[in-house]
């Protein structure tokens, strides 16, 4: 055996031409490892079938045109990305491929970005550098971000944007479900700009709940929130009855009075007082906040406030009677305005709400003296629980880091994890399982909560929008949310809108609701004598809305310096409210104006004018819209909506002067029936 390798180490390398050429037959073989490797791998076999794919196509010359064989690469060195996604999938720009359903030769849907500046995973995920299907899609030892489920594909778009996008319904839905249902208070989430994101559910301060309810209902509340109101935001702790006696005992014991007497609530026959309590709480339009369960089983109201199904077994008489009077005198921060209730509004509406019971809710409900033990227990677990982290409780501090923090948990690494039984091996499984069962975590601290499977997506969905990529991105790319301004108004008028809650409903100089129309410009709009008869006595404006503004019984004074303010400050700088004169309109004007309004606009489709006749219930009724606007900014209105208020359903028609012109002086003669009044 040594012999014949003596012989063919001779044979190869035994003098200096027989080493040359085999060192040459050794180089050309290395050398043509690399192109007969790479004839045989993935992406070349998809080229090829691409190639025969667009042979029988009769746009077959153009896209063969259009071909790039071999590796095709989009680097972004400022992001860290290598893309190389188009080398199989050869199909994404060629819009006439619609036909084609086989991936990876699908066309790409319409987007408002250039696949070749920003490429596939930013969207996608996955691995970029990938040439291999294993490699690029999915999770392997060397990378664990597969790419992202077409389910929780917006994600990729709130890396970018905190703004609210027309086209991420889920996300919008997921950040409002986190601001809304307090996620944001027991963990820490970050904005790129190092903004702390903020609850919107202002959970109520516990300091007088001894004042407010009873131990029973604190028990029965603390056991099932859901039990109580289907609309709770509270989640369901699981306490058992021991704990739930305990905690109770304890937010009772430190539940201390306000200090304020009870105001003085005439006493009167209790059907006879629900009956008219029933008008009151219509007539004041608690609806529009409050949602209650009707006979049918239907849940019929507002958001806004706390839902009041069963609200008489809640709250103390006395309570309820203080709070209706004037609720600043207990919550100083309530969003619920203060509507200056006389003697007779205030003893029906309480009996109405005072009706509104569940003798069910309670009825197993018996708890004996708490004992010092118990309390002390209770106080244990309001602590580990992290209950100060949403109310704000006497004894307690508010926790600092309750929970972890979850600004970058969209990137957050798989072997961190602790999976429950049964849960697959990714990151949106992952979070999808601890929002639905978070018990099923060994050592879990999160309470049940009682999403829906839409809003279980929409939350995962939001998670893992917040990665490390998402906050270090360049400011260039990243489009920020709107950020509420502080604006407060000043002086008298100012503590009335205060005092009314204004900014539940409307917004003002950046900062309000959006239930209402916004008031920035309302003074360039409204008439002063319109606007204070409007503050006395709210009128229908929109008669297919179910939500109104309900009556805050001002005095004449405070309706006219409330006028007077909106009047003077929320004006816009773009143009003179009094710049026209409705006086100078002639008859040929208002009669064009008339013909434009029916003929060629069409406008009594959405608004009405002719009462009898028109059948338009979309926008806000016309008829004493000349009694309500001043010319100007029905002029402005008519040329741009938008300008005047962004987002608004008026579209713009591109009127003419002269169309807009005529136009308004239609509509500024319908004002006859508030003359005469």
Known sequence: ??????????????????????????????LAIAPAKDRF?????????????????????????????????????????????????????????????????????????????????????????????????????????????????????????WNTLTGTPQLNLGRQLLARYDCVSCHVLKTPDGRRLEGTTDAPALTHIA???????????????QAYAITATMPNFQFTDADARDISAFLMSVGQASGLSPAAVPAGDAAADAQAGASVYGESFCASCHATVNAAGMLVGGDVGPELTRIGSKVKPEWLGEWLHNPKTYDPDTAMPHYRFDQKQLGPLRAFIEAKTDSDFLANVHLEPASPE????????????????????????????????????????????????????????????????????????????TFTEAQVDALVTALLAQTERARTLPAALRVAGKRESNYRPAGKAGQLMADMNCFSCHAINGRGGNMAPDLTWEGSSVERRWLVSFMKNPNTLRPALIRRMPRFNVTDAEAETIADYILTVYQTPDFDRDAIDPAKFSAADVELGKQLFYSKYACQSCHIVDAQNDKGYIGPTLTQVGA???????????????????????????????????????LMKQNKEVAKK
């Open 628 to 666: 309500r606007l001043n010319a100007a900014w029905i002029f402005h209105w008519l040329k741009d909506p938008q300008a005047l208020r962004p987002g608004t359903v008026e579209p713009n028609r591109n009127l003419s002067d002269a169309d807009a012109r005529a136009l308004t002086a239609f």
């Open 1 to 30: 055996m040594r012999q014949k390798i003596q012989k063919l180490w001779q044979f190869l390398f035994g003098d200096g031409a027989r080493a040359f050429g085999t060192l040459s037959v050794i180089l050309l073989i290395c």
């Open 211 to 225: 004042e407010k309810t009873t131990r029973e209902w604190t028990f029965a509340w603390l056991k099932n929130p």
């Open 374 to 449: 118990q309390v002390a227990h209770g106080k244990a677990l309001v602590t580990e629980r992290g209950c100060a982290s949403c109310h704000e409780i006497n004894g307690i501090k508010k926790p600092a880091n309750f929970a972890p923090e979850l600004t970058v948990v969209g990137s957050e690494s798989l072997m961190k994890i602790i999976f429950a039984p049964g849960v697959e091996r990714t990151l949106p499984d992952y979070l999808r399982a601890k929002i639905r069962q978070p018990h099923a975590f060994p050592s879990a601290k999160m309470p049940q909560y």
């Open 41 to 161: 791998r993935e992406w070349t076999r998809y080229q090829q079938k691409y190639l025969r794919l667009i042979r029988g196509r009769g746009e077959a010359a153009t896209l063969q045109r259009r071909f790039q064989g071999g590796l095709q690469q989009i680097w972004m060195p400022e992001l860290g990305v290598t893309d190389r996604c188009g080398t199989c999938h050869l199909g994404l720009k060629e819009a006439s491929l619609w036909d084609v359903s086989t991936q990876p030769f699908r066309p790409h849907p319409p987007i408002p970005h250039s696949l070749t500046e920003f490429g596939c995973v930013m969207c996608h995920r996955g691995q970029g550098a990938a040439t291999g299907v294993e490699e690029a899609h999915r999770s392997t030892l060397a990378w664990e971000q597969p790419i992202l489920p077409a389910r929780y594909l917006q994600a990729s778009c709130g890396q970018c944007h």
